[in-house]
């Protein structure tokens, strides 16, 4: 049996959504409400007790403080992205969990412009990433001490279905111009951007593909592929001639993920993408426009 602790959110949604079209039993744990075919129950990551988890042998673990909330209250973010992760930690070693999977980040790498894997350096350059990091590094010493199998995928920014549309990035916007056959707006540094990109319904399927897979019992990988918004319009532009940018004045952004290679977990696990950039463009635009009204008002 799978628990999902923090399953109410963006991606805790596609995981949802993916084990109901894969047969997957799954319960979920949230500090809010969860509707839906699977049991849910309330949970707090600060508050989680070997007792409240016994019996399931596989935890998933999404909650976290994101980066822009960790820099407006990094007092509230050390306590559950570091307090509460190690009282996670804790209460699955007790429960005598086989694996846990947790959701890293690919800001651990900083502010780099090279292509990185998990052999490069890390370089926390803020409260988020650190957190990041500290939990890395606390992963391989829970798991050396009660031998439970712990892996933690370094994430980078995240796109897809479910996400709340006042949530919504930068470019999640661009996916709905692009569907929709509308103009979007974008700066000169905008267009100039570089970064790794993940569909969430691929997310979804590595989660637990990791989740079953039986080669390892220790592992950190980078997930999702190098890319540009330059390259994402250009592909967005092939699939939809009705869609067009109109680049306007505005300051040259800094904001960017690192370029990252994900090779590593596929050689070792022998994960792929179910989609993969630009699969993934294609099918994000047919949800959306399925999806309309849904997407625009959950």
């Known amino acids: 049996m799978i628990l999902i602790i923090g399953g109410s959110g963006f991606i805790g949604t596609n995981l949802e959504h993916y084990a109901q079209?894969?047969?997957?039993?799954?319960?979920?744990?949230?500090?809010?409400?969860i509707s839906g075919k699977f049991s849910a129950f309330k949970c707090d990551i600060n508050e989680?007790?070997?007792?409240s988890i016994k019996?399931?042998?596989y935890v998933i673990n999404l909650v976290s403080y994101l980066m822009h909330e960790s820099s407006e209250d990094p007092l509230e973010s050390t306590r559950t992205n570091i307090l509460g992760f190690q009282n996670l930690m804790t209460a699955c070693c007790k429960a005598g969990v086989k694996r846990v999977v947790w959701l890293s980040s690919t800001a651990v790498y900083g502010n780099v412009k090279h292509v990185v894997n998990e052999l490069n350096k890390v370089n926390p350059t803020n409260i988020y990433s650190a957190?990041?990091?500290?939990?890395e590094l606390s992963s391989e010493i829970y798991h050396r001490a009660?031998?439970?199998s712990i892996f933690a995928l370094r994430v980078p920014a995240v796109f897809g279905p479910f996400r709340k549309y006042e949530a919504m990035s930068f470019n999640d916007r661009i996916f709905y111009a692009a569907a929709l056959g509308e103009t979007v707006k974008i700066t000169l540094g905008e267009l100039r951007l570089k970064l790794s990109m993940i569909y969430s319904k691929d997310l979804a399927h590595i989660i637990y593909n990791v989740v079953f897979s039986n080669k390892k019992a220790f592992g950190i990988y980078n997930v999702g592929e190098p890319t540009s918004v330059a390259k994402i319009i250009k592909v967005l532009k092939s699939l939809n001639d009705k869609f067009s940018v109109k680049v306007v004045p505005g300051p040259k952004r800094s904001w960017g993920t690192p370029l990252i290679d994900s090779s590593k977990i596929k050689r070792e696990l022998g994960i792929d993408y179910l989609y993969g950039i630009p699969g993934a463009f294609a099918d994000y635009m047919q949800e959306i426009r399925r999806n309309q009204q849904t997407h625009r008002h959950q």
């Open 21 to 33: 079209e894969h047969d997957i039993e799954i319960s979920l744990c949230s500090r809010n409400p």
């Open 48 to 51: 989680i007790t070997p007792e």
């Open 55 to 57: 019996g399931f042998d």
């Open 131 to 135: 957190s990041k990091v500290y939990n």
């Open 146 to 148: 009660c031998g439970m």
